[in-house]
């Protein structure tokens, strides 16, 4: 079993930035692919950025968040970060890490690809 906790979540003005960490009880294969998800009230979790933790140059953006956001870890802490910058008002929303096994061949995307789940912490941006 991995535990996920999440922090950093605040509130920020447009064109702010944010630090979210996600701490893995420990680094595994069971989190060999770690992902950040955001969700709004009635919407489905939507990935914002997922990195293979064996080889951190493998990560994955959407279009959204690419340019501005970027994901990497400490291995020393067991530690995934979002570093987000040029915050908007439509990156509002409860922010979760997860975490699954892979081979790192293609990175999950989908809330339904991942295992393991953090409590979240909530972003919010404003205009």
């Known amino acids: 079993q991995v535990q996920l906790v999440e922090s950093g979540g605040g509130s920020v003005q447009t064109g702010g930035s944010l630090r979210l960490s996600c701490v893995a009880s420990r680094f595994s294969d069971s989190t060999a692919c770690v992902g950040w998800f955001r969700q709004t009230p009635g919407e489905l979790r939507e990935g914002v950025a997922a990195?293979?933790?064996?080889?951190?140059?493998?990560?994955w953006y959407p279009d959204s968040t690419k340019g501005r956001f970027t994901i990497f870890q400490d291995n020393v802490k067991n530690t995934v970060y979002l570093q987000m910058n040029s915050l908007r008002p439509e990156d509002t929303g409860m922010y979760y890490c997860?975490?699954?096994?892979?081979?790192?061949?293609?990175?999950?995307?989908?809330?339904?690809?991942?295992?393991?789940w953090g409590q979240g912490t909530q972003v919010t941006v404003s205009s």
């Open positions: 997860a975490a699954v096994r892979c081979s790192g061949s293609s990175l999950p995307r989908s809330q339904y690809e991942y295992h393991f």
């Open positions: 990195i293979f933790t064996y080889d951190d140059r493998n990560t």
